[in-house]
């Protein structure tokens, strides 16, 4: 048994919701983290003798390697592996693993990669680009003895272990996000990352506990330590008491009541104590999550981030497996529309090709309709795979980060085209699917007028509109402070599109992470949004909060916002609101 050591608490952004209980498991970046078990006093011997094999294994290896790289290339080129081996000779170093395997009684490559981490974590922060430097040469000597370990016989197959644990990691891309063990997998905590990164929008859609921006924390938590992850707050309880986990065990219990509590709401309208009637739907990332969209009681999918699905790491899935999938989801949702989000690549998302050279700013480089655009071919076996599954029930079009008319009409031009060529194959699609686009770009919102006139609808992208209104990287967590949702810009904005599309006859609807803000809704109802759509875990609770909303006071309130001058200002005003329609859902 570890040592219990004091209880201590490390505070990071709540990424998503949830309270998960565990021993810890801890992942830096560069390379997986190997299995990690806990060894008896007498199997101590044992594991320094596997770390003593595996480091003459890879000497040997470097040495080889030398020799061959010398006769092949010269003395010069093979000093880089003499640089390795002398890694492997630093009495430091060995000292310090053959220490942790007595200290931590964990396995020999575990306590030989947590030394390894911690070393590399410090010299990827020196400021000596010498030292930074060597950071690669030493990380790639770790891979080997980590290889190295694996022939034994007691080796384990998998790179994260087969009990529950939290897993707490340098940075977790969408992708490793997406492909999450949930068996194992109660929560995570990320250093990187912050609660608009895509990262942490799975982790919502996918339910899973996640806290990020736990900064410099990766080399001071030590794996298998109990754990509370707090999704709430964002607070990573490390050791906790046996009071503190009571009251979370508690606060667990509570939570799950009051959901109960809130799905008796399912088969209820979202309408305003006056009345006024929105739409509500839900964001999906997965077809899997179409049951949750049914048990939550959402009105359709506003948005099916078809990226996830496109881009999973295999070939690009052919025009008919895109059509069954899409006829899963109309099916699914059939009497209510579901809204497919074209292909939405790049920023922080999967990229869907290797550049040549790495973009300097993501965010602002090929990404969503852009790349559609480029790839010509890749779109329109997308919209006809789209326009084929509408006629098994009511689809929409959406198309991501729209700047301006010309994209919008060359967009509308290939569904034409896709239509036409639909239509002389006497394939079945709805002709009259809506079409709708993103407002998620300043220059699209103050467009909003000629833009409506070509669409259906509207969708606001709140994440992206944010950043790209007030300039902040949406996962950057330095500037993370900066990022504000009711920015007067960005308020305003919002509400010229949605005036927009009021005049030309069109709705609006909001499918960012603002949509889903407990403390936000109150101006949303205000600003006159007529579909909402959020994660399937926060739907019942907003449906609530709208249900408890007078629409003419909100409309009144907006009045106030539309001239405040400030962020908090305008918080406060909603916030103030939300406090007193439904205090309840805010704990
Ligand atoms: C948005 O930008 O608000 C949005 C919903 O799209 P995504 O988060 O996928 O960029
Ligand atoms: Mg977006």
């Known amino acids: ?54 480091l003459e294994k890879t000497k040997q290896e470097l040495d080889e390697l030398r020799n061959h790289i010398e006769k092949l290339s010269g003395e010069e080129e093979g000093k880089i592996f003499g640089a390795h081996l002398m890694i492997l000779e630093d009495r ?61 016989d007691e080796r384990h197959d998998t790179n994260r272990p087969e009990h529950q644990h939290i897993l707490v990691a340098y940075d977790l891309s969408p992708s490793d996000t997406a492909s999450i063990d949930r068996k194992h997998v109660q929560g995570f905590a990320t250093e990187q990352g912050s609660v608009n990164s895509h990262t942490a929008i799975l982790a919502r859609s996918l339910g899973i506990p996640a806290i990020v921006g736990i900064e410099g924390s990766v080399i001071d938590i030590q794996t298998l330590s109990d754990c509370i992850l707090d999704g709430y707050t964002g607070k990573l309880i490390l050791n906790p008491s046996a009071h503190t986990v009571r009251k979370y065990q508690e606060r667990a219990e509570h939570k799950k009541l009051a959901r109960k ?29 179409l049951t949750m969209v049914k048990e939550s009681g959402a009105e359709g ?103 301006g008319l010309r994209e919008v009409r060359a967009a509308k031009e290939i569904v034409k085209e896709s ?50 209104t007030v300039a902040v990287d949406r996962v950057n967590h330095y500037v993370a402070h900066l990022y504000k949702p009711t920015h007067p810009a960005v308020i305003r904005l919002m509400n010229i599109a949605t005036r927009a599309a009021k005049e030309h006859g069109i709705w609006t609807g909001v499918c960012g992470e603002m949509a889903a803000d407990l403390m936000i809704t109150p101006l949303l109802v205000g600003l006159g949004i007529d579909e909402l759509s959020v994660g399937t875990h926060k739907l019942p609770s907003i449906k609530k909060a709208v249900r408890s909303l007078s629409q003419s006071e909100c ?30 859902l805010l704990d």
């Open 261 to 289: 509590e809130l799905e008796k709401l399912r088969e209820e309208k979202t309408t305003t104590t006056d009345g006024h009637r929105i739409t509500l739907s839900a964001n999906i990332e997965f077809t899997n999550e």
């Open 1 to 54: 048994m570890l040592p219990k050591e004091q209880e201590t608490i490390i505070q990071g952004s709540p990424g998503s919701p949830g309270i998960a209980f565990g021993p810890v498991h801890v992942e830096a970046r560069g390379f997986s983290a190997p299995d990690v078990y806990e060894i008896d006093e007498d199997q101590i011997p044992l594991e320094e003798e596997r770390f003593r094999l595996s």
């Open 301 to 403: 999918v506003g948005l099916f981030r078809t990226e996830f699905y496109l881009l999973d790491g295999r070939e690009m899935p052919s025009e008919t497996d895109q059509a069954s999938v899409y006829t899963e989801v109309a099916e699914s949702t059939r009497p209510n529309q579901a809204i497919i989000r074209t292909l939405d690549a790049g920023g922080d998302k999967i990229p869907i090709e290797p550049l040549s050279q790495p973009e300097p700013n993501p965010f602002l480089g090929w990404r969503g309709i852009r790349v559609s655009l480029t790839r010509k071919t890749l779109f329109k076996e997308q919209l006809r795979a789209i326009l084929r599954a509408s006629a098994h029930g009511k689809l929409g079009i959406m198309f991501p980060m729209i700047s």
């Open 419 to 468: 239509m036409d060529e639909l239509h002389k194959e006497d394939i079945p699609f709805d002709p009259d699917i809506e079409i709708g686009v993103m407002i998620e770009i300043p220059s699209a919102a103050m467009m909003a007028g000629e833009i409506a006139r070509e669409v259906d609808f509207f969708s606001i992208g709140t994440n992206d509109l944010i950043q790209y």
């Open 555 to 584: 409309s009144e309130m907006m009045k106030e916002i539309l001239s405040a001058p400030s962020s908090p200002d305008i918080s406060a005003l909603s916030e103030n609101m939300a406090k007193l329609k439904y205090p309840e």
């Open 92 to 152: 430091t170093l060995l000292t310090r693993v053959n220490q942790a395997i007595v200290k931590r009684k964990q396995n020999a490559e575990y306590a030989f990669y947590a030394v390894m981490q911690n070393f590399l974590e410090a010299m990827r922060r020196t400021n000596d680009p010498y030292l930074k430097e060597r950071a690669t040469d030493v990380d790639d000597v770790c891979q080997r003895v980590l290889r190295n370990f694996q022939h034994d």
